[in-house]
């Protein structure tokens, strides 16, 4: 248990689907992740929030919208998926700026068909 | 942030020590050297940090080399559960972690 929870575990979204992916922490940390990570991949860093503030965007497609309502919540809406968005979605939370160690929530697996 | 290289596998028997070497010759004298692990189909686990003194941790120990171009992680006595992907990740703040490929070590029995 890390103190970063991840829902739902699994999700099955047809390709005109809107859905969304929840993240929380309760460690009191005020960075938030999302990564994605496809089949034999590394992971991909997608976006980065810091104090509810999205700091980065790694050119990731419309089709996924991060949002961050607070410091302990952070959620990847999903619309109109392709089937290679298939794959883990991990976020991760770290106390802030700096030289910090990540904690990982257990991921999402996703399938688009 | 500066590259690293690692094996991309390796091999130990279980009770014996792990030693996982990583490379990062470009390294810049404010970049930490991060080590996490993924087990199959989890979320990355921290395992040790260090700069530039050798660490040591209830998980692990990080040897840096005194010119900072590479780093080995040990695992002091390897288990069937340590069976991961390793990542090394050479990195000025956490919020730029970066992974690539990793090395996947396998304890055989």
């Known amino acids: 248990e890390t103190g970063v929870t991840q829902t739902p575990r699994h999700l099955v979204m047809g390709m005109t689907n809107k859905k969304s992916l929840k993240c929380e922490q309760h460690l009191g940390h005020n960075a938030m992740y999302w990564y994605k990570q496809s089949a034999k991949k590394p992971l991909e860093l997608m976006f980065v929030y810091s104090l509810e503030e999205r700091v980065e965007n790694n050119s990731v497609p419309s089709r996924f919208s991060p949002e961050c309502p607070n410091s302990s919540h952070l959620f990847l809406h999903l619309h109109t998926l392709q089937p290679e968005d298939s794959a883990l979605y991990l976020c991760?939370?770290?106390?802030?700026?700096?030289?910090?160690?990540?904690?990982f929530g257990q991921g999402t697996r996703l399938t688009v068909v | 942030d500066a590259k690293t290289t690692q094996p991309p596998s390796m091999d130990c028997a279980e009770g014996r020590a792990a030693n996982l070497p990583c490379n990062h010759s470009?390294?810049?004298?404010?970049?930490?050297v991060y080590w996490y692990r993924q087990i199959h189909s989890q979320g990355p686990q921290y395992i040790i940090h260090?700069?530039?003194n050798n660490e040591t941790n209830e998980m692990a120990s990080l040897i840096i080399t005194e010119d900072r171009k590479s780093s080995t992680l040990i695992l002091p006595h390897a288990t069937l559960r340590d069976t991961a992907v390793y990542y090394c990740?050479?990195?000025?703040?956490?919020?730029?972690?970066?992974f690539g490929q990793g090395t996947r070590l396998t304890i055989n029995p």
């Open positions: 470009t390294i810049s004298g404010n970049e930490y």
């Open positions: 991760a939370s770290t106390r802030g700026q700096g030289n910090t160690e990540a904690f």
């Open positions: 260090g700069l530039k």
């Open positions: 990740i050479a990195v000025q703040g956490a919020q730029k972690l970066v």
